[in-house]
């Protein structure tokens, strides 16, 4: 197979960036889409080139490193897919592909392809874990959980941290990862305690970092590689007016 | 106060005016579109025992009142609108660069047109106001006091019917979208009652403009006169 | 080199607890003035780095991925063991320890898989406190399988998850500290080499991958969290970044690299489908309990797998293993593969690969059933290679997954440099030659959670430690080498590639100290690694320049020390004259075909101490004890 691609390069945050064109030639339709990137770069580097610059490490679809939007698509078309579990059959013969960042403020292009994503990792330490010191945890069989609930704390759970719910948002909102990690956290009896005051600090780091605000699109969900609800996102809009409204109204302090 | 400006200055809590603001608004909209299909109890043998005219009365009656009201819902819309152009102006920051190529998957029209149909309905309901509770709009075709001739007179211009009906057509539109997100704001999260509250969202959507298109649908097929 | 294991006298179920009394600990006033730095951030790194700042210490940690959220540990599959007996089946810590040793292959330092078996349980408690999202019955309690053929069930799991969902628990526990201000954290960092201050680990320099500053970094102590090095063989299930350099660095200034020869090749892989192929897929080594493994009796087989009729099928594992049959141990599955496809009846395009077909168990139980338990597995499948396997058998092939060397250390995790630990894959301890399935993840969580935080106190409160800076002339000579190396990468402008000198390194493993070595293959393979490096350090070609992001220069650095290490693993893999484990000696076989071990002349861990650039490193043997696990010649017919 051949393709045409055309690929957003910057060659770091200050620069402004342009599209470039680049024939991928002689694909084989059971190469991966980063394989097919791999090739196009090898053939840059062989001529002095410098190669195209992307994100990408385990290439099985679940450390969330890549991160591209392919045409139009944040990992492409296939749903429930990641980059890098992408496959060259899916596309046609002759394509021209177009390739561009996460466009996102917080996410500030690094080089090319790549984003610097490091605002998910302060939100995280914000608040999304569960303040339990090494060596104090009870017996594991203690706090018995229904299974339903472990299961869909799991799928809450299962988020890659890559993004695309961000990349993907009109508004460039990051609430489907931020209600994940909340609702995986706050719906366990290991997490509750802290739950409204985790919700809080969560939210306030999110908007600090300047993502934008959910409108109700749904595209993260669909963008979503591992198909995360956007449920988890009126949970914790549920869980934020509690912490921060009625908890307060009523004079608590929340649980903090 | 210290909590609601901490509460109000988080994307949530923003989120959360809008959405009962609108909510409260759709409340007056249901109170209004009963009140307006006093219209098909048609002319009464006075004007004053007319039924659309009685209930115009009605709302005179405590002036005190009407004006709490009035000012409820202003504050509703004012904040409402407020708070969704803060809201917009924060989504834009967050995307200050957009894709060249990026396609839609799931926002669809009435998510996309929210911004558009509310402005269309910003613009419209000026213009009601003007045309209808002030009268400044088309002078010649209001006499105050007497409603029920007002939009009679009114409705019966195909122009100003069809500023009506396109008006009603934005109202659906940002109805729709308005109901669902107010109640995925407000915490339902359950698909079961998610289920519901689409199908709340479109009924009610529908319900409302129904009932508010039939008015000058109605003036125009001569169904009142 | 000397190699004093310091293993604790004693019973060997009071070793641990014993010593833990008599370590010296630190004056808890005193332990936010000692510096540590942490590089990876794995389970092992990630763990212990927490572990760490949460008693007290000043921690720093590094590592390469754009966030400690992405190391590799988040790709396993299958599960992590504990010795908690929830299932009643006759489980306990003593099994566990036995079942690991025995499993090793009897290559595995006793006291060092006790201790394992025995905090394994408190690595259970620790990451259900911290929200990790364990299988779970009805009844509310914690799940558990049976894997990688043990007979009890003590395998807890997150559906095919489990890395995932236990890394993510560590970087949870990484960010509280974080944002407690106990850890600084430094991701896209790569460290370049340690720094050695009076013969002790002081420092590190790392190289910034987005701005390419070199600086250094000093410490009271350094801890090698770094993982393995499958990706000698270029193709492996590991993920792409991830490298030898931290290990192969400590160990060029004097850290010992044990057992460099002991890969484990897992069997149930994804076969290479092409020359542009860049990294293999495991599939979950659960699929082997339901699905059969055959081949075409005849060879070149034109025919597809449903067309082939039962008569014409080879179950190579049945046949051979008629106890175990597709349940054998991973390196015997391996190999078994690889025999029949090395004569001539591998299926695919390429003739590497063997069928896994869940046709009989689809017929028995129904295709609910079978996609209840494995639908993730089968969907990852066919978005790889196209085909649905509810139709047509799986295609399979062993690849490389595991690392059982790794730096040698003692019974603290402490590798041949005083204040210079080695924690998870990047050490050897634990697996000896072969690991059982599901004991990575307990082994990495282990040395961070539970062994490090008391060890590493022993080794800060006894250590003669003046206070040094980045100024010291040791930081100024191994910042400047690591400088110059950049610096020289960037000049070569040959030809050739990077990733096309690394396939070429990594065909040269796969087939010579792969799943099956000779002696003769080995010379060969050991002639042959420097004549590539010279190739690569005279004709390779890095485009660009060392004050970016350069992602062929950080590939780059990581090949030299490939093509360096390679060599020591081939050479460990020559004189090991014995099969065991992962390590098959073609001229050591019975007549079946079976593995022998030679317990007389091979009962140890080989040692390795780099001895210059362009010498032969120096074996040297730490002798390996069993007063408890008496070795047995294993047997799975």
Known sequence: MRFTLKVWRQNGPGDSGRFVEYAAEDISSDSSFLEMLDRVNESLEAEGEEPIVFDHDCREGICGACSMMIDGYAHGPERGTTACQLHMRHFKDGQTITLEPWRVRPFPVVRDLMVDRSAFDRIIESGGYVSVNTGSAPEANLIPIPKDIADDAFDSATCIGCGACAASCPNGSAMLFVSAKVHHLNSLPQGEPESLKRTAEMVMRMDEEGFGNCTNHGECEVACPKEISMRNISRMNRDFVRSSLLARVFGSNGNS | ?225 | MKLDARIPSGAIAEKWDKHRFEMKLVNPANKRKHSVIVVGTGLAGASAAASLAELGYSVRTFCYQDSARRAHSIAAQGGINAAKNYQNDGDSVYRLFYDTVKGGDYRAREANVYRLAQVSVNIIDQCVAQGVPFAREYGGLLANRSFGGTQVSRTFYARGQTGQQLLLGAYQALARQVSAGKVEHHSRTEMLDVVLIDGRARGVVTRNLVTGEIRTWVADAVLLCTGGYSNVYYLSTNAMGCNVTAAWRAHRRGAGFANPCFTQIHPTCIPVAGEEQSKLTLMSESLRNDGRIWVPKKADEKRRPPEIPEGERDYYLERRYPSFGNLVPRDVASRAAKERCDAGYGVGTTGYGVYLDFKDAIDRMGQNAISERYGNLFQMYEKITGEDPYQTPMRIYPAPHYTMGGLWVDYNLMTTIPGLHALGEANFSDHGANRLGASALMQGLADGYFVIPYTLGHDLATADLPTVSENHEECRRTEEEARQRVERLLSIDGKRTVDDIHRELGRLMWNEVGMSRTREGLKKTIARIPELREEFWKNVTVPGSGEHLNQSLEKAGRLADFLEFAEVMARDALEREESCGGHFREEHQTEEGEAMRDDDNFSHASVWEWKGENQAAELHKETLEFEHCKPTQRSYK
């Not at chain 2, 000012?71 to 957009?98: C, D, Y």
């Open chain 2, 1 to 225: 106060m210290g909590w609601f400006s901490a509460f109000y200055g988080s994307s949530i809590g923003k989120k959360t005016v809008v959405a009962v603001t609108g909510l409260a608004m759709i409340g007056f909209l249901v109170g209004h579109m009963l009140g307006n299909l006093q219209v098909f109890a048609g002319r009464g043998p006075t004007p004053e025992e007319t039924k659309l005219n009685e209930y115009a009365e009605l709302l005179r009656m405590e002036m005190g009142l009407l004006w709490a009201m009035r000012l409820g819902l202003l504050t509703a819309l004012v904040l409402h609108v407020v708070t969704v152009i803060k809201l917009r102006g924060e989504n834009r920051r967050a995307r200050p660069q957009n894709y060249a190529v990026q396609r839609y998957q799931s926002a669809n029209a009435f998510s996309r047109f929210m911004m558009w149909g509310g402005i269309a309905l910003l613009a419209y309901v000026v213009y009601h106001i003007l045309h209808l509770t002030m009268g400044v709009a088309h002078p010649d075709l209001f006499e105050p006091h007497h409603v029920y001739d007002n939009v009679i007179h009114s409705f019966q211009k195909p122009l100003i019917a069809g500023v009506y009906v396109l008006a009603t057509v934005a109202l659906y539109f940002h109805l729709y979208h308005g109901v669902v997100s107010a109640f995925q704001t407000l915490g339902v999260s359950h698909p079961r009652h998610l289920q519901n509250v689409r199908v709340l969202g479109h009924a009610l959507a529908v319900v409302i403009v129904v009932g508010f298109v039939s008015v000058p649908v109605g003036v125009l097929l001569r169904v009142v006169s």
